[in-house]
């Protein structure tokens, strides 16, 4: 046993040496590696610090070359105001001369126009005198020359007057003018008499009269009438005007304007206004007589004036109706009047565009607030279908299928109807202006249309009569309004009228 034991003892002691060989052996290879990684590492450091080196070299040179570009954008930017100012100082000096030199020049050149002007007044009124004082010693002298001298210096007066108003011829005026024109002549011209003319002349004198000058003559009265009246008349223009009656453009023109709005504001409060009681009746008895419809105070009618395309608003002027007839752009503005039964206006609406319908303009009248507040209670205006069906206002039937006392009325009413159109149609053919687009403003239309139908009323009431060469033949398009009937009371009394004119032969008329 002990031998055994002895012998593994010997046999660990002798592996002991062979472990621990092993060992150290492996141990060498083992502290290669380590030293191979603390190479490596060093190595690496070594890198990164030579890299950030070069990094913050890199930086450090853009830095440099940033500022070096903002030094140079700042010594640009201090150089280019320096050359703005600088240039902005020559600028403004060269301003400042310039401006003080033409200012010296003007003033200089108003000193030497307030000279002129000195000179030429000094000068006018020299000549002033002179001619008075020629005048009165001519004056002085005729007294005591006979009468061919008085001629040589009456010659003499209107060779100075040359000087301030040209010579135009003014014969045909002059041959109109002498009492041996004659009379059919004269009113084919102007549209009436010469006893009319002279009425209105009389009329319109005290509104329209001018005074003579020390340098010229005013226009007489009458010439100014006529030249009115013939504008009017035959719408001739302006340049046509002028040489008929001797007289400049403008002033043919000025003196248009000035004797219609003597017209519309001396003649038609005497001449164009609402019949009193008394004339009421009358008035009724004359349609009722026509038509068999009782309570008939007026027949109205809504026509239409070319005029040239308005500057402002122009969609409210366009007369789409006239356009398509036509196949020509139309524009228009409206004339609604209301007339007797002898044709006589006793109220216009006038002035509202051309786009408007007649019931729009209807309501837009004078005439439907003073109806609306009782003028008309109890009678009737008589209106075609263009207009709607109220407590004063009496239309035909417009549906379709009508029966016979519908038929009868409408055939009756019809015949009231024609009267007022008839007057139009004599307004418009009396006054050919009317009849084409005239060239007076459209804010001055309205005076002018309102002195036709003045004149017009004047022409019938003292029985003017009108060429039949003259006759116009009246179209205007009948729109019927949305809300035709608006009056319930209406209905029935228009219902009661048809009936009473068919089967009481009211009018002469019997269906049965």
Same mark, same amino acid.
């Given at each position: 046993?002990?031998?055994?034991?002895?012998?593994?003892?010997?046999?660990?002691?002798?592996?002991?040496?062979?472990?621990?060989?092993?060992?150290?052996?492996?141990?060498?290879?083992?502290?290669?590696?380590?030293?191979?990684?603390?190479?490596?590492?060093?190595?690496?450091?070594?890198?990164?610090?030579?890299?950030?080196?070069?990094?913050?070299?890199?930086?450090?040179?853009?830095?440099?070359?940033?500022?070096?570009?903002?030094?140079?954008?700042?010594?640009?930017?201090?150089?280019?105001?320096?050359?703005?100012?600088?240039?902005?100082?020559?600028?403004?000096?060269?301003?400042?001369?310039?401006?003080?030199?033409?200012?010296?020049?003007?003033?200089?050149?108003?000193?030497?126009?307030?000279?002129?002007?000195?000179?030429?007044?000094?000068?006018?009124?020299?000549?002033?005198?002179?001619?008075?004082?020629?005048?009165?010693?001519?004056?002085?002298?005729?007294?005591?020359?006979?009468?061919?001298?008085?001629?040589?210096?009456?010659?003499?007066?209107?060779?100075?007057?040359?000087?301030?108003?040209?010579?135009?011829?003014?014969?045909?005026?002059?041959? &109109?003018?002498?009492?041996?024109?004659?009379?059919?002549?004269?009113?084919?011209?102007?549209?009436?008499?010469?006893?009319?003319?002279?009425?209105?002349?009389?009329?319109?004198?005290?509104?329209?009269?001018?005074?003579?000058?020390?340098?010229?003559?005013?226009?007489?009265?009458?010439?100014?009438?006529?030249?009115?009246?013939?504008?009017?008349?035959?719408?001739?223009?302006?340049?046509?005007?002028?040489?008929?009656?001797?007289?400049?453009?403008?002033?043919?023109?000025?003196?248009?304007?000035?004797?219609?709005?003597?017209?519309?504001?001396?003649?038609?409060?005497?001449?164009?206004?609402?019949?009193?009681?008394?004339?009421?009746?009358?008035?009724?008895?004359?349609?009722?007589?026509?038509?068999?419809?009782?309570?008939?105070?007026?027949?109205?009618?809504?026509?239409?004036?070319?005029?040239?395309?308005?500057?402002?608003?122009?969609?409210?002027?366009?007369?789409?109706?006239?356009?398509?007839?036509?196949?020509?752009?139309?524009?228009?503005?409206?004339?609604?009047?209301?007339?007797?039964?002898?044709?006589?206006?006793?109220?216009?609406?006038?002035?509202?565009?051309?786009?408007?319908?007649?019931?729009?303009?209807?309501?837009?009248?004078?005439?439907?607030?003073?109806?609306?507040?009782?003028?008309?209670?109890?009678?009737?205006?008589?209106?075609?279908?263009?207009?709607?069906?109220?407590?004063?206002?009496?239309?035909?039937?417009?549906?379709?299928?009508?029966?016979?006392?519908?038929?009868?009325?409408?055939?009756?009413?019809?015949?009231?109807?024609?009267?007022?159109?008839?007057?139009?149609?004599?307004?418009?053919?009396?006054? &050919?202006?009317?009849?084409?687009?005239?060239?007076?403003?459209?804010?001055?239309?309205?005076?002018?249309?309102?002195?036709?139908?003045?004149?017009?009323?004047?022409?019938?009431?003292?029985?003017?009569?009108?060429?039949?060469?003259?006759?116009?033949?009246?179209?205007?398009?009948?729109?019927?309004?949305?809300?035709?009937?608006?009056?319930?009371?209406?209905?029935?009394?228009?219902?009661?009228?048809?009936?009473?004119?068919?089967?009481?032969?009211?009018?002469?008329?019997?269906?049965?």
């Amino acid at each position: 046993m002990k031998d055994s034991n002895n012998n593994n003892n010997a046999k660990k002691r002798q592996r002991k040496p062979e472990g621990d060989g092993d060992s150290e052996a492996d141990k060498e290879p083992n502290n290669n590696n380590n030293n191979n990684k603390k190479k490596t590492k060093t190595n690496t450091k070594k890198n990164s610090k030579n890299n950030s080196k070069e990094i913050k070299g890199i930086l450090t040179s853009f830095m440099l070359l940033e500022d070096e570009e903002k030094r140079e954008q700042q010594e640009l930017d201090r150089d280019t105001n320096e050359d703005r100012v600088f240039i902005d100082s020559n600028h403004n000096q060269k301003t400042k001369h310039m401006v003080d030199y033409y200012y010296s020049n003007i003033q200089d050149y108003c000193t030497e126009l307030d000279q002129l002007d000195r000179t030429k007044r000094k000068k006018s009124r020299l000549l002033l005198a002179g001619a008075v004082t020629a005048a009165t010693a001519t004056v002085a002298d005729e007294e005591d020359k006979p009468t061919s001298t008085k001629t040589e210096s009456a010659a003499s007066v209107n060779h100075h007057r040359r000087l301030w108003v040209k010579d135009r011829s003014k014969a045909w005026w002059d041959e &109109c003018n002498s009492p041996d024109y004659p009379e059919e002549d004269f009113k084919k011209a102007f549209r009436m008499g010469r006893s009319t003319f002279d009425l209105i002349c009389e009329e319109l004198n005290s509104a329209i009269a001018k005074e003579d000058t020390t340098l010229r003559n005013a226009i007489p009265v009458k010439q100014r009438v006529a030249v009115c009246l013939w504008r009017l008349a035959t719408g001739d223009p302006l340049r046509l005007v002028s040489k008929r009656f001797g007289l400049g453009i403008s002033t043919c023109h000025k003196l248009v304007l000035e004797v219609c709005l003597a017209i519309k504001t001396v003649l038609m409060p005497k001449y164009l206004q609402w019949p009193d009681d008394n004339s009421l009746r009358k008035i009724k008895d004359e349609f009722e007589s026509i038509s068999g419809i009782p309570n008939v105070v007026g027949s109205m009618y809504t026509t239409h004036i070319p005029i040239i395309a308005p500057k402002i608003s122009v969609a409210a002027y366009f007369n789409r109706k006239h356009t398509e007839r036509n196949q020509k752009t139309s524009y228009s503005i409206t004339v609604q009047g209301v007339v007797d039964p002898n044709g006589v206006f006793s109220d216009v609406c006038i002035g509202w565009p051309g786009s408007m319908p007649d019931d729009q303009v209807l309501e837009k009248s004078a005439l439907y607030q003073r109806a609306n507040g009782g003028l008309l209670k109890g009678v009737w205006i008589v209106g075609n279908s263009g207009y709607p069906l109220l407590d004063w206002v009496l239309v035909p039937y417009t549906h379709p299928n009508l029966t016979w006392p519908q038929n009868a009325f409408n055939e009756k009413i019809g015949e009231i109807q024609r009267v007022a159109k008839d007057a139009f149609a004599r307004l418009k053919g009396r006054w &050919c202006c009317l009849q084409k687009r005239t060239e007076v403003k459209l804010q001055d239309l309205p005076v002018v249309l309102g002195a036709c139908c003045v004149l017009h009323n004047i022409c019938e009431l003292r029985n003017e009569g009108m060429d039949p060469e003259l006759r116009f033949d009246l179209v205007d398009d009948e729109m019927v309004p949305e809300m035709a009937l608006r009056s319930v009371t209406s209905m029935k009394a228009r219902d009661s009228i048809a009936h009473n004119i068919l089967h009481h032969g009211i009018g002469g008329t019997r269906f049965v």
